[in-house]
């Protein structure tokens, strides 16, 4: 994965952010410019989810209410505050596929499949390009669907990845590698 992330910040980047994020936690009033940094990217990763742009950007809403609410339960954990807003907008969205039934909508960019298809070490990418395909959007469940999303399609850290999803780095490492292993298999077959 050659390609740099632009999820990454640097620890001087993360340090200014975490200045902003101390002062929105001391006055409301200036979480206007986390809102502001982040409304974009929060509504981009729900609107690629649903595809629905007035839902999305209801979500999306949703998710900076709570996020303003809750903010001083925010804890530093070495990745980006983004991870943490991305983590209320990932339940947020599941929460709407349960309660209303929506449909889970896969946006999947060519470029990306092929750093799937390498991942999983198959040399014949053009034979598999369109099992993979045909896969991700119906063989996967959605936290599979949501791994393989996070890793390749938005070139994620495994760090971000259990920040977001709750769960340690190793082990959002070792539930993206099983999900390839699935992959594999079902390809091989």
């Not at 791994?147 to 490492?173: P, Q, V, Y």
Request: hydrophobic content about 35%.
């Amino acid at each position: 994965m050659g390609e740099v992330s632009k999820y990454h910040l640097t620890e001087s980047e993360l340090t200014n952010e975490q200045g902003k994020v101390d002062a929105a936690k001391k006055n409301p009033a200036k979480f206007d410019v986390l809102y502001d940094k982040y409304f974009e990217p929060i509504f981009r990763f729900i609107f690629q989810r649903l595809d629905d742009k007035e839902q999305a950007f209801d979500t999306t809403q949703q998710v900076f209410l709570l996020a303003m609410n809750n903010i001083h339960k925010y804890e530093y954990r070495g990745v980006p505050f983004s991870s943490w807003l991305f983590r209320i907008a990932s339940n947020e969205v599941n929460n709407l596929f349960r309660k209303e039934k929506t449909n889970r909508t896969v946006n999947i960019d060519t470029v990306k499949i092929y750093s799937i298809i390498e991942e999983i070490q198959e040399t014949k990418i053009d034979k598999y390009h369109d099992k993979i395909v045909t896969i991700i959007g119906e063989e996967l469940n959605e936290d599979e669907l949501q791994l393989i999303e996070m890793r390749f399609f938005e070139n994620r850290s495994f760090k971000e990845i259990g920040e977001i999803l709750e769960i340690t780095e190793n082990n959002a490492k070792v539930k993206t590698y099983r999900v390839l292993d699935k992959l594999r298999k079902v390809i091989k077959n």
